[in-house]
C-alpha cells in the first residue's frame, strides 16, 4: 500500500508560481514511478507531468512544458511539481499517483497507476 497526500495548491494570479508537494507513505517510495495529473471542472482527468523511479527520466504534457518541472526526492519520500508562468487554463485539482509496474518508467494514462492522492486545488485568476 502506498498512501499520497498533495499539498501546497491555491490561489494565485495569472504569471504567478506555486510548488505542489506529494508526500507518500507506505512502500518503499522508490520502488514508485510518479505521475502529476489534473482534473478540472466538465473536463477529463489529464496527464501533466511524470518522473521514472529514480528520477532519471521526466516527462511533460506539451501545454505545459517548459513551464511546469516535475522532480523527487526519494530520502524524503516526496515528489514535487514546481509550476510557473501559470495561466488560468491551469485551474485544476491537481493529483499525484504513483505506479506499481515493474516498469521503472511512468506512464502518461491514468490507469497505469495504482494508487492516487486526494488532490489539491489550484486557482489560477486572470
Known amino acids: 500500500q502506498v498512501q499520497l497526500v498533495e499539498s501546497g495548491g491555491g490561489l494565485v494570479q495569472a504569471g504567478g508560481s506555486l510548488r505542489l508537494s506529494c508526500a507518500a507513505s507506505?512502500?518503499?517510495?522508490?520502488?514508485?514511478?510518479m505521475g502529476w495529473f489534473r482534473q478540472a471542472p466538465g473536463k477529463e482527468r489529464e496527464f501533466v507531468a511524470g518522473?521514472?523511479?529514480?528520477?532519471?527520466?521526466?516527462g511533460y504534457a506539451d501545454y505545459v512544458k517548459g513551464r511546469f518541472t516535475i522532480s523527487r526526492d526519494n530520502a524524503k519520500n516526496t515528489v514535487y511539481l514546481r509550476m510557473i508562468s501559470l495561466k488560468p487554463e491551469d485551474t485544476a485539482v491537481y493529483y499525484c499517483?504513483?505506479?506499481?509496474?515493474?516498469?521503472?518508467?511512468?506512464?502518461?494514462?491514468?490507469?497505469?497507476?495504482?494508487?492516487w492522492g486526494q488532490g489539491t486545488q489550484v486557482t489560477v485568476s486572470s
Open positions: 499517483a504513483a505506479r506499481m509496474s515493474s516498469s521503472s518508467s511512468y506512464a502518461t494514462a491514468g490507469n497505469e497507476y495504482d494508487y
Open positions: 518522473i521514472s523511479r529514480f528520477g532519471a527520466n521526466t
Open positions: 507506505g512502500r518503499t517510495f522508490g520502488s514508485n514511478a
